[in-house]
């Protein structure tokens, strides 16, 4: 298996706000890549995960204007199409997921549920 496969397409895309924070990230020798994904637990069911790392083996990668992003393949369910946000208010900063595959999630933002039958088939 390669290292990564690369995606033309973007899975999830970054806001303007998320982006200007990931390079800013980058720039500063932190990351060369931001990576997400999802793992089963949390107190709706799945909780996110980000990191700022190198993609692991078998990550598919992609990039949006100098950012490369990296996601698991059994991750990919979950998370297409969602929208990566940076939140920098009073209460909190940090990035966010807009995720359109979640009906619910906690009150925090952390952990989400999605319709019975959607992404895999197995519990990650």
């Known amino acids: 298996m390669s ?3 690369k995606q033309t397409e973007p899975l999830v895309v970054l806001t303007e706000q998320a982006h200007q924070k990931a390079l800013e ?8 890549a931001i990576r997400m994904g999802v793992r089963g637990g949390g107190c709706s069911g799945f909780t996110y995960q980000l990191t700022l790392e190198h993609p692991h083996e078998g990550d598919v990668t992609w990039e949006q204007e ?3 992003l990296a996601l698991p393949q059994e991750s990919i369910p979950y998370l297409k ?5 940076w939140k920098d208010d009073l209460m909190e900063s940090g990035f966010h997921f807009e995720n359109p595959n979640a009906v619910s999630s906690c009150g925090c933002g952390s ?4 319709r019975e039958g959607d992404g895999c088939e197995s519990a990650l």
Do not use: Q, R
Not at 25 to 32: L, R, T, W, Y
Not at 81 to 85: R, W
Not at 111 to 114: D, L, N, P, W
């Open 81 to 85: 199409g969602s929208t990566l946000i």
């Open 66 to 68: 100098g950012v490369t």
């Open 3 to 5: 290292l990564k496969t």
């Open 111 to 114: 952990s989400f549920v999605i």
């Open 25 to 32: 990230f980058i720039d500063s020798g932190i990351a060369d």
